[in-house]
C-alpha cells in the first residue's frame, strides 16, 4: 500500500470506479490526516448561508469525504487559508 504525502498526489479522477481503484492501491498518511485537522477557534461564530450550484457542492462533499472530513470544517479551512494567502499579499 503506497502512502499519500501530500494532496497535490491525488489526482482528478474521472469517474468514481477510477477512484476506487486509485485508494485500492493508496491510502493517506497519518500525518496529513492529522495536519488536515482544523482546530475549532473559541470565540463565538456566526452562521450564514451561501447558496451554490449543486453539482459543486457534490464535488466538495465527494473531495471532504476522500479526505475523511466534514464538508463544512473542510470548506471553512479552505477559507481560512485563503484569507491568510490574501492577508500575506496587502
Request: proline share 2%; glycine share 2%; hydrophobic share 45%.
Given at each position: 500500500?503506497?502512502?499519500?504525502?501530500?494532496?497535490?498526489?491525488?489526482?482528478?479522477?474521472?469517474?468514481?470506479?477510477?477512484?476506487?481503484?486509485?485508494?485500492e492501491?493508496?491510502?493517506?498518511?497519518?500525518?496529513l490526516?492529522?495536519?488536515?485537522?482544523h482546530?475549532?477557534d473559541?470565540r463565538?461564530?456566526?452562521?450564514?448561508?451561501?447558496?451554490?450550484?449543486?453539482r459543486?457542492?457534490?464535488?466538495?462533499?465527494?473531495?471532504?469525504?476522500?479526505?475523511f472530513?466534514?464538508?463544512?470544517s473542510?470548506?471553512?479551512?479552505?477559507?481560512?487559508e485563503?484569507?491568510?494567502?490574501?492577508?500575506?499579499?496587502?
Open positions: 500500500m503506497n502512502a499519500v504525502t501530500r494532496w497535490t498526489d491525488i489526482p482528478e479522477f474521472e469517474d468514481e470506479a477510477a477512484e476506487a481503484r486509485f485508494w492501491a493508496n491510502e493517506l498518511d497519518g500525518k490526516m492529522a495536519a488536515s485537522v482546530e475549532a473559541s463565538e461564530s456566526t452562521t450564514i448561508t451561501l447558496r451554490f450550484d449543486p459543486m457542492l457534490s464535488r466538495i462533499k465527494r473531495i471532504a469525504r476522500s479526505r472530513l466534514n464538508y463544512q473542510m470548506m471553512k479551512q479552505w477559507l481560512a485563503r484569507l491568510e494567502e490574501e492577508m500575506r499579499k496587502l
